[in-house]
């Protein structure tokens, strides 16, 4: 079994700046992606990206440009780092980790931390 825990959440206003970080612990020989999920109030969690163990990336449209996705292989954990940031980036940031080639629902998944992005 993995365990996940994120930090790194909080306020900044518009065109500011923050950075994610996920833990992971357990059977951590069992995960190949990592990455993050986002739910907005009212609205399906969507994926925002996910890494391989080999470094292979993928990024949804609506962060594409601005947010940069990393891992480090020997401490377990992926980074969000999340620049411009619009209020539509506001949502409860998840992290995602399982054995595939992408991130998948039925993965194992941190508590959740909260981005408010508002002026």
């Known amino acids: 079994q993995v365990q996940l825990v994120e930090s790194g959440g909080g306020s900044v206003q518009p065109g500011g700046s923050l950075r994610l970080s996920c833990a992971a612990s357990g059977s951590t020989f069992s995960i190949n992606t990592m990455g993050w999920y986002r739910q907005a109030p009212g609205k399906q969690r969507e994926l925002v990206a996910s890494i391989t163990s080999g470094g292979s990336t993928i990024y949804a449209d609506f962060v594409k440009g601005r947010f940069t996705i990393s891992r480090d292989n020997a401490k377990n954990t992926v980074y969000l780092q999340m620049n411009s940031l619009k209020p539509e980036d506001t949502a409860v940031y998840y992290c995602?980790?399982?054995?595939?080639?992408?991130?998948?629902?039925?993965?194992?998944w941190g508590q959740g931390t909260q981005v408010t992005v508002s002026s």
């Open positions: 995602n980790a399982g054995p595939g080639w992408v991130l998948s629902p039925r993965g194992s």
